[in-house]
């Protein structure tokens, strides 16, 4: 357009000069104009001149219109005034050599795009015109999908809400646009943090639960050793206790003493075969709760004090139970006594035994202090005590030999402060 401007600049300077003018400057620039086309009308469209014109339009009227026609369509002509109320138009388009290299560079950078499209790696790119309504070229996705305008849309969409459509601006006015989005391989990056995170918690997890077994069967390589060592220890006084047994049986000649004395001597063996058995695998068998329960219990019953109450209930008839006596006893025999303890030696103690969608169950309820909502899990913990003198072992101890020893359960079924607790005991049938 500054060429042709600068061409009527000069056409108007050579119409407005007098004589006196020197037209060398000014002829030249009108002559050497030699490749931009040009037609000059008046104001009817009437043609004055032209110049640089392809021959086959020359001399047609209709033809030498259609290229104004096509010139208007390309550039506003350009007004020339002459006089104040006379104006000629001049009507002009790119020059073929131009238009050649613009087409050329157009295709050049048609080509560069589809290749870098088409070399996208993994990275999912479709390359559409001005409107977005047709695929010029794509790369790593479903082209299914470009036959149908609606999916088009909607994956254009997708793309454009992950990133930005990048504009290419080809020429004045068109525009073409590339769409994109995020690779496999990023897009899997993106979680890599996430996992890294987990798979590190994992192995924490992992790490403490190795710990947490190994305190734990060091525990209970400190609980068997305890245990054998006790049942060594009271092995020596019992044999001796035996012996005097004995020798009183012959020199005191009272049956009812040495019945009693019978009988602690019994229990004195059957707590050393319990510490025995402590770090062993218990023979289970299949027992008659029936039978079983007033047998653990009768010797407690006997040498409490005479302001406890002691029932034994069977909610269901002929209730077996997988256990070993002697270390069930011992369970029994803890739970018993906490309840005299938390009574103070007065209230009552009441055993039931029964089948339950679990299996059989044994209920020791009792009407002591009672245990607060918060302590319900803690009270089986080792040290965890409400006397003043004592361990706080014997709960701990009933649940190891319950759970490890036979694959049972106990907690506390019920409790409440002022009235009392519940401990229930399920077992394998």
Same mark, same amino acid.
């Given at each position: 357009?500054?060429?042709?401007?600068?061409?009527?600049?000069?056409?108007?300077?050579?119409?407005?000069?007098?004589?006196?003018?020197?037209?060398?400057?000014? /002829?030249?620039?009108?002559?050497?104009?030699?490749?931009?086309?040009?037609?000059?009308?008046? $104001?009817?469209?009437?043609?004055?001149?032209?110049?640089?014109?392809?021959?086959?339009?020359?001399?047609?009227?209709?033809?030498?219109?259609?290229?104004?026609?096509?010139?208007?369509?390309?550039? $506003?002509?350009?007004?020339?005034?002459?006089?104040?109320?006379?104006?000629?138009?001049?009507?002009?388009?790119? /020059?073929?050599? &131009?238009?050649? +290299?613009?087409?050329?560079?157009?295709?050049?950078?048609? /080509?560069?795009?589809?290749? !870098?499209?088409?070399?996208?790696?993994?990275? *999912?790119?479709?390359?559409?015109?001005?409107?977005?309504?047709?695929?010029?070229? &794509?790369?790593?996705?479903?082209?299914?999908? =470009?036959?149908?305008?609606?999916?088009?849309?909607?994956?254009?969409?997708?793309?454009?809400?992950?990133?930005? *459509?990048?504009?290419?601006?080809?020429?004045?006015?068109? /525009?073409?646009?590339? =769409?994109?989005?995020?690779?496999?391989?990023?897009?899997?990056?993106?979680?890599?943090?996430? %996992?890294?995170?987990?798979?590190?918690?994992?192995?924490?997890?992992?790490?403490? @639960?190795?710990?947490?077994?190994?305190?734990?069967?060091?525990?209970?390589? !400190?609980? %068997?050793?305890?245990?054998?060592?006790?049942?060594?220890?009271?092995?020596?006084?019992?044999?001796?206790?035996?012996?005097?047994?004995?020798?009183?049986?012959?020199?005191?000649?009272?049956?009812?003493?040495?019945? $009693?004395?019978?009988?602690?001597?019994?229990? =004195?063996?059957?707590?050393?075969?319990?510490? #025995?058995?402590?770090?062993?695998?218990?023979?289970?068998? #299949?027992?008659?709760?029936?039978?079983?329960?007033?047998?653990?219990? #009768?010797?407690?019953?006997?040498?409490? *004090?005479?302001? !406890?109450?002691?029932?034994?209930?069977?909610?269901?008839?002929?209730?077996?139970?997988? +256990?070993?006596? *002697? @270390?069930?006893?011992?369970?029994?025999?803890?739970?018993?006594?906490?309840?005299?303890?938390?009574?103070?030696?007065?209230?009552?103690?009441?055993?039931?035994?029964?089948?339950?969608?679990?299996?059989?169950?044994?209920?020791?309820?009792?009407?002591?202090?009672?245990?607060?909502?918060?302590?319900?899990?803690?009270?089986?913990?080792?040290?965890?005590?409400?006397?003043?003198?004592?361990?706080?072992?014997?709960?701990? @101890?009933?649940?190891?030999?319950?759970?490890?020893?036979?694959?049972?359960?106990? &907690? %506390?079924?019920? #409790?409440?402060?002022?009235?009392?607790?519940?401990?229930?005991?399920?077992?394998?049938?």
């Amino acid at each position: 357009r500054k060429k042709v401007e600068l061409w009527v600049e000069a056409i108007k300077r050579l119409a407005q000069t007098d004589v006196s003018t020197d037209f060398t400057l000014l /002829s030249r620039i009108v002559q050497d104009n030699t490749t931009v086309p040009v037609i000059l009308t008046d $104001e009817n469209r009437k043609i004055i001149a032209h110049r640089n014109l392809d021959s086959t339009v020359l001399g047609n009227e209709s033809l030498m219109q259609a290229e104004i026609d096509r010139m208007l369509s390309m550039y $506003e002509p350009i007004e020339i005034k002459y006089y104040a109320d006379q104006k000629n138009y001049l009507y002009y388009r790119d /020059s073929k050599l &131009f238009s050649e +290299l613009q087409k050329t560079l157009l295709d050049l950078q048609k /080509s560069f795009i589809s290749e !870098v499209v088409k070399n996208s790696a993994s990275v *999912p790119v479709v390359y559409t015109n001005q409107e977005k309504t047709e695929v010029l070229q &794509f790369g790593n996705v479903d082209s299914s999908e =470009f036959d149908q305008p609606e999916l088009l849309r909607q994956m254009l969409a997708d793309m454009a809400e992950e990133n930005e *459509p990048l504009e290419v601006q080809l020429q004045a006015g068109q /525009s073409n646009y590339i =769409f994109y989005q995020d690779s496999w391989m990023l897009t899997q990056l993106k979680y890599f943090p996430y %996992v890294q995170v987990i798979v590190v918690g994992l192995f924490m997890i992992i790490a403490y @639960l190795l710990f947490s077994t190994a305190r734990k069967a060091e525990q209970n390589q !400190v609980w %068997v050793g305890m245990a054998k060592e006790t049942a060594h220890q009271l092995g020596t006084p019992l044999s001796s206790l035996m012996a005097w047994r004995e020798l009183a049986r012959d020199e005191l000649k009272n049956e009812t003493l040495m019945n $009693e004395l019978e009988k602690d001597i019994q229990r =004195f063996e059957t707590i050393t075969e319990r510490f #025995s058995k402590i770090g062993s695998k218990p023979k289970l068998e #299949s027992v008659s709760l029936d039978a079983y329960i007033p047998e653990a219990t #009768s010797y407690l019953i006997n040498r409490s *004090p005479k302001n !406890v109450e002691f029932s034994i209930e069977a909610k269901d008839k002929k209730v077996s139970a997988l +256990l070993s006596k *002697p @270390l069930f006893e011992w369970v029994l025999e803890n739970l018993v006594k906490n309840a005299i303890d938390s009574m103070e030696g007065k209230g009552s103690i009441s055993v039931q035994y029964g089948l339950d969608k679990e299996g059989p169950y044994i209920d020791v309820r009792d009407s002591g202090k009672g245990i607060a909502v918060n302590k319900r899990k803690t009270v089986f913990e080792p040290g965890y005590t409400s006397k003043k003198r004592g361990w706080g072992l014997g709960l701990s @101890l009933s649940k190891r030999i319950v759970e490890q020893y036979h694959r049972g359960k106990i &907690f %506390v079924k019920s #409790s409440k402060l002022g009235e009392g607790t519940t401990f229930r005991i399920i077992l394998k049938a």
